[in-house]
């Protein structure tokens, strides 16, 4: 059983810059694909950013694209989000996820992770 716990959230202004953790325990998460996902008031649930198991394929919704970076550190057992020239409707809760083993990184629906962090809160004022 994977646990994840998810850190870095806070108030920022718009332009700012964060860099979300999320790590893991209970498990290695070196042989799973991950995801970010978040969440805004009254919104859906969406994917942010996923990563493939092996860290060579990366993938990022359009709205983040050039400003946001996920990342791996197999030694930390964590997974990363740096969150660049953050903008007022990045505004939500920021959650990880992780995949079964040796999953592929390209079914980016909720219902294809196994593992989910409680989120960390991120809210951009302008």
């Known amino acids: 059983q994977v646990q994840l716990v998810e850190s870095g959230g806070g108030l920022v202004q718009a332009g700012d810059s964060l860099r979300l953790s999320c790590a893991a325990s209970?498990?290695?998460?070196?042989?799973?694909?991950m995801g970010w996902f978040r969440q805004a008031p009254g919104k859906e649930r969406e994917i942010v950013a996923a990563i493939n198991w092996r860290g060579d394929y990366i993938y990022y919704v359009d709205l983040v694209k050039g400003r946001f970076t996920i990342s791996r550190d197999g030694a930390k057992n964590t997974v990363y989000l740096q969150m660049n020239t953050l903008k007022p409707e990045d505004t939500a809760v920021y959650s990880c996820?992780?995949?079964?083993?040796?999953?592929?990184?390209?079914?980016?629906?909720?219902?294809?992770?196994?593992?989910w962090g409680q989120g960390t809160q991120v809210t951009v004022s302008s």
């Open positions: 996820a992780a995949k079964n083993p040796f999953r592929g990184a390209t079914d980016y629906s909720p219902a294809a992770y196994a593992y």
């Open positions: 209970g498990g290695t998460i070196s042989n799973r694909a």
